[in-house]
Nanobody, 119 residues
Framework: QVQLVESGGGSVQAGGSLRLACAAT????????MGWYRQYPGKQRELVAR???????EYAASVKGRFTISRDNAENMLYLQMNNLSPEDTAVYYC?????????????WGQGTQVTVSS
């Protein structure tokens, strides 16, 4: 079991910055991948950025060069630094952690944090 709690969402004007944080507790040593997803109203969640063990960072094309994902293993924290925000970034952002199982990867999700960017 893994528990994820996000923080850092809020409202900002276009061009501004926000830093999201995700605190992971529980079986964190079993986590093989962590990432951030976002969801627009009425849409499915989409990948924003992802960190796999032993692999490069992966970003959605729409955020590449503006967002940076990082992980503090000592503190069991995941971060998303978001710069040069635009109204199109307005969404609910979710922290995700994946644990490998024999049959695949099991995903855990945080409760989500709202990011609102005004023009």
């Amino acid at each position: 079991q893994v528990q994820l709690v996000e923080s850092g969402g809020g409202s900002v004007q276009a061009g501004g910055s926000l830093r999201l944080a995700c605190a992971a507790t529980g079986s964190v040593s079993s986590i093989s991948v962590m990432g951030w997803y976002r969801q627009y109203p009425g849409k499915q969640r989409e990948l924003v950025a992802r960190l796999r063990k032993g692999a490069d960072r992966e970003y959605a094309a729409s955020v590449k060069g503006r967002f940076t994902i990082s992980r503090d293993n000592a503190e069991n924290m995941l971060y998303l630094q978001m710069n040069n925000l635009s109204p199109e970034d307005t969404a609910v952002y979710y922290c995700n952690a994946g644990i490998p199982l024999y049959s695949g990867t099991y995903s855990y999700w945080g409760q989500g944090t709202q990011v609102t960017v005004s023009s």
